[in-house]
């Protein structure tokens, strides 16, 4: 069949407009604020082989590990047709316990042409603190973990499966809510498929979709190609594990030969006593990501942007850990510094095109215990933004989600509608970004009061290390994070588990991001 590099686009637009639609149907249909007002969720698609083939606008820290989690599914069971796998194991292509896949083949002529996945951050999961984002210290205490396993089989719910699931969490009315969503996001992308099959024919989407697969790798080693060989090294440190008060290394050098690349992680610290850990899984993810974002251009988001890369990481190290190592913030903490090392790396190669680093963190808040309202257990999780690093086309933005977060914030109303608390304060964090001749974006400062007792966990970075400036700029400002007690204000460390009485304040300060250029020259 001849290749038409119109039909290119629009196959392209397809792809993409069917994950874009599985992901309003998961929205508008989800139960928890997580999921509704923050749009913590992903979908994507995949081909008969588990290749990535286009992804909604959603999560990059989701995006990049799913193909992992499919492939997993893949391996583990037979998928027919109206199945569904769920999973979340870190350890069986997951990344953390939060954040569950759902995995449907779509048959096509008597074999699964397609695979349909989404994942969604629960709001609890289990585990010992509400939110199930605690200072863990083995991956047994951050919740229930969910091998590859049939949630539905031919199109039947398996209630045995949900039935452990909800019996493991805190908020099962939820949690039965939010799956339901996920699968019926699934449902929407395998008859979108079978609609564009339908009008296309087999033979033209299977052309089709590999065009996708070969243009994107080309866009890619086109982009290798312009920078020039050599090897370009740099390190940044995460605070600390949140068990041991010590600097976390993150190492990497990415070696550049013409149109290809290696990515190696040798050199990062060993993987931790605490959970700032990533598998595998979260670590591509952010290379994905940082090739893809320097790449440019209308670049199809599937599996040949990491077609001319090799990624190493080292097992057993913080980027690569192994069994039973904790992880809860390597999704979250761990995956952000990657990116901000990758874009270090790559500043002296790409000196007009790599910014400053933003705020680094995804400050993230859970909350939970019993509501006085209902009677009836409460868990909270949100993610709340930063500043946007500068870069050389000009100042970076201030309060928004940035690199490996694309969500968005909880609308005060739905938190205090939700929720048994009271948001006292919520605006930028004003001259917390880099100075420089073009400033860093400013953090934000949120103020929540608690209107019952109740447990709280923050995970948070870049409260002990500034988010960097480049070339002369400043670095942003670090967080901080306050607990306001009768009055009385105590600085808290960047990770915490503690429990709130009634009254009490949570303050958190995100940090801005880094300047760039001289300030002299602004």
Known sequence: MAFDPIKLEIFKSLFISIAEEMGVTLRRTAFSPNIKERRDYSCALFDGEGRLVAQGDHMPVHLGSMPMSVRKAIEAVTLEPGDVVALNDPYEGGT???DVTLVSAVHIAGRPFFYVANRAHHADIGGMSAGSMPLSTEIFQEGLRIPPIKLYERGRLNMSVMRLI????????????????????????????????????????AVYMHELHAYAERMVRARLAAIPDGDYTAEDYLDDDGIIDAPVRIRVTIRIRGDSATVDFTGSAPQTRGNV?????????????????????????????????TVIAPEGTVVNAVFPAPVAAGNVETSQRLVDVLLKALAPALPDVIPAASSGTMNNLTLGGVDPRTGAPFAYYETIAGGMGASPQGDGDSGVHTHMTNSL???????EYALPVRVRRYGLRVGSGGRGRHRGGDGIIREIEFLTDADVAILSERRRFAPYGLHGGEPGRPGENILISDGVERRLPGKVNLRVKKGDVISI??????????????
Do not use: C
Not at 286 to 306: C, E, H, S
Not at 409 to 415: G, H, R
């Open 277 to 309: 850990n990533a598998v595998y899984a979260i670590t591509l993810s952010a290379v994905y990501y940082v090739f893809r974002a320097i790449t440019g251009g209308d670049i199809p988001a599937n599996a040949g942007v990491l077609a001319p890369i």
């Open 509 to 522: 300060r995100t940090p801005g991001g880094g300047g760039w250029g001289p300030p002299s020259e602004r």
């Open 96 to 98: 953390h316990l939060p």
């Open 409 to 415: 914030n909880t609308p005060i109303e739905a938190l």
């Open 166 to 205: 909800l019996a493991n969490v805190r908020t099962p009315v939820e949690r039965e809510g939010d799956l339901t969503a996920q699968l019926a996001a699934n449902r929407t992308g395998e008859r979108r498929l079978r609609e564009m099959v339908a009008k296309y024919g087999v033979e033209e989407v």
